[in-house]
Every structure is written in structure tokens, then in C-alpha cells.
């Protein structure tokens, strides 16, 4: 069975530190793949997605991520945190073909202002 | 654009009681999902629904976990009976038949049993 696995679950940094939050998948064929952030109180909402083409990816308020087929990872960064990038973050990977989402257990970022 | 919308946004019961949550996707999606998220365990995708055809229910947890979606755009999550470990914050989203559509989501329901 499909499977995501973030290894960082919480994530404690200063502003303007750099970010790097893990994310591998597990499945051998075709996937798509997505970082979903959720706002404390808030619903998630799309960070960035990655279907086929340059694997580095570029998505809202400065976040990108690599897809790294080889490793199976799809890594979220960000070279300088903001306060307001407090948040959970979600990986997500779709297997190609299909809409079955499968979602990774999440990161909680807090940046300390 | 009035997003996914759901309701309640909270809900306290007591254990044994029957409780329903309720969905309704943006208008054209073809594809509605429910999830479950925990502390412990992340968010979990209980089942997912296609022109209103459930496609994958492998994610339900047990038979006091029921989903139907009886039209386009309207679905319910029913427990039945509710038991403590239920409680968890339960989210629906909704996409496009479309290969680069994202999911969209609604803003929760958090169930508290006591």
C-alpha cells in the first residue's frame, strides 16, 4: 500500500532560518505529489504540486520542493521563515491514474519572531 | 466560489449517540473525499466518492462509519453509535475529474464524544 512518511514532526525555528522538511513515499510507479499547509484554525490549502516535468518545484509565499525520484522524496524549502509561516504542513502523493490522495502525518512549523 | 462547505463546524456528544456531518463540494467537482485527522495518527482518507459512487471505502475505520452521497452536491459522514476515540476533527474535500486539479477543502468538523 501506498504510504508517506514526514520525519519531522514538530520544527522549531528563528526567523529568517532556512527550511527543509522531509518527505518520502512509498510506491514504484507514477506519482504526483503536493505540499498542503494548514493555517492554525484554518482548512488546508495548496502550497505547491508536482505532476511531471522540472522537478524543482516553486510554489506560494517563497516555498519550493524537489522531487527526487530516486530517493522517493519530495523535500519542502524555504531559505527564509517568516512568523506567519507558523503552520502544519501536509505531503501528499496521488498515484497517477488515480484519485486516491494519501497524506503524510504533517510537520508543525513554529517560527519564533 | 463559495469554497466546500461543511457543517457543523463543531459537534459535542455523547457516547452512543448518532451523530452526522455534512458536505457539499463545489459546484462541478466530480470527486468527494472524507478525512479524518488526528494527533496521532495525521489525516486520514476515509473514502472518496466519484459522480457520487463511492470508489474507495477501505479507510473506514469500522460499521458504525457510514457515507452516502445521495446527489452532486451533498454528502454525510454518519457514526453510528459515536464512541470517544471518535473524536478528531473530520474534513471533506472536493476535486475536479481533471489530471492537475488540486484537492480543495473545507474548513472541519470537530467532534468531541464524551
Known amino acids: 500500500a501506498q504510504s508517506v512518511s514526514q520525519h519531522n514532526h514538530h520544527v522549531i525555528l528563528s526567523e529568517a532560518a532556512s527550511l527543509e522538511l522531509g518527505c518520502n513515499y512509498s510506491?514504484?510507479?507514477?506519482?504526483?505529489l503536493f505540499w498542503y499547509v494548514q493555517y492554525p484554525g484554518q482548512h488546508l490549502q495548496l502550497l505547491l504540486k508536482?505532476?511531471?516535468?522540472?522537478?524543482l518545484v516553486k510554489g506560494i509565499k517563497g516555498f519550493e520542493a524537489e522531487f527526487i525520484k530516486s530517493k522517493f522524496s519530495f523535500n519542502l524549502r524555504k531559505p527564509s521563515v517568516q512568523w506567519s509561516d507558523t503552520a502544519e504542513y501536509f505531503c501528499?502523493?496521488?498515484?497517477?491514474?488515480?484519485?486516491?490522495?494519501?497524506f503524510g502525518t504533517g510537520t508543525r512549523l513554529k517560527v519564533l519572531a | 466560489d463559495a469554497g466546500v462547505i461543511q457543517s457543523p463546524r463543531h459537534e459535542v456528544t455523547e457516547m452512543g449517540q448518532e451523530v452526522t456531518l455534512r458536505c457539499k463540494p463545489i459546484?462541478?467537482?466530480?470527486?468527494l473525499f472524507w478525512y479524518r485527522q488526528t494527533m496521532m495518527r495525521g489525516l486520514e482518507l476515509l473514502i472518496y466518492?466519484?459522480?457520487?459512487?463511492?470508489?474507495?471505502d477501505s479507510g473506514m475505520p469500522e460499521d458504525r462509519f457510514s457515507a452516502k452521497m445521495p446527489n452532486a452536491s451533498f454528502s454525510t459522514l454518519k457514526i453510528q453509535p459515536s464512541e470517544p476515540r471518535d473524536s478528531a476533527v473530520y474534513f471533506c474535500?472536493?476535486?475536479?475529474?481533471?489530471?492537475?486539479?488540486?484537492?480543495?477543502f473545507g474548513n472541519g468538523t470537530r467532534l468531541t464524544v464524551t
Open positions: 474535500a472536493s476535486t475536479l475529474d481533471r489530471a492537475y486539479s488540486p484537492l480543495h
Open positions: 510506491y514504484g510507479g507514477t506519482v504526483n
Open positions: 508536482y505532476f511531471s516535468g522540472d522537478p
Open positions: 501528499a502523493v496521488k498515484t497517477s491514474g488515480t484519485y486516491k490522495y494519501i
Open positions: 459546484s462541478g467537482h466530480d470527486y
Open positions: 466518492f466519484n459522480n457520487n459512487v463511492p470508489i474507495d
